[in-house]
């Protein structure tokens, strides 16, 4: 799997003690990310999607039920979507898509986007589209 930025431990201890994660170079420029975190022997312990980078992991390396366990976060940006939208394209929630193949003990069970009642809708065979049907499934 290919990631655009990855924050080790040294680093992670570093944020929680001296400084402010919106002043990281990377993450203030960059709101959009699917992040994976991680804790000892490169395990996946949670996933998310956040628009506020910056809030959103001082969130979890502050104050989440795992802040100890964290060894490192790694984000995948929106200009690396499409590299997964391209192996699947009928991906419909990637941040799901990742729970569903890595199963992290943290995340928490909701609706699964994949068993909503759909039809496809096309131009062209190449451009399947998914239009859901509301109050179904």
């Given amino acids: 799997m290919k ?26 420029k960059q709101r959009e990310a699917i992040y994976f975190i991680f804790g000892k022997n490169n395990k996946i312990l949670y996933i998310g999607h ?32 499409k590299i997964y939208l391209k192996k699947d394209p009928l991906i419909i929630d990637l941040e799901y898509w990742f729970i569903r193949k890595y199963k992290p ?3 928490k069970r909701r609706d699964d986007p994949y068993k909503q009642t759909y ?10 589209r998914r239009i859901y049907l509301l109050g179904a499934g």
């Fill in 50 to 81: 956040t628009t506020n980078t910056t809030k959103r992991i001082a969130t979890h390396v502050k104050s989440s039920v795992f802040k100890e366990m964290i060894q490192k976060v790694k984000f995948i940006f929106p200009k690396s979507f």
């Fill in 3 to 28: 990631f655009d930025l990855i924050i080790g431990i040294e680093e992670i201890k570093f944020l929680r003690r001296n400084w402010d994660w919106h002043q990281h170079k990377v993450l203030r």
């Fill in 119 to 128: 039809v496809y809708v096309a131009d062209t065979e190449k451009e399947k």
């Fill in 105 to 107: 003990p943290y995340n």
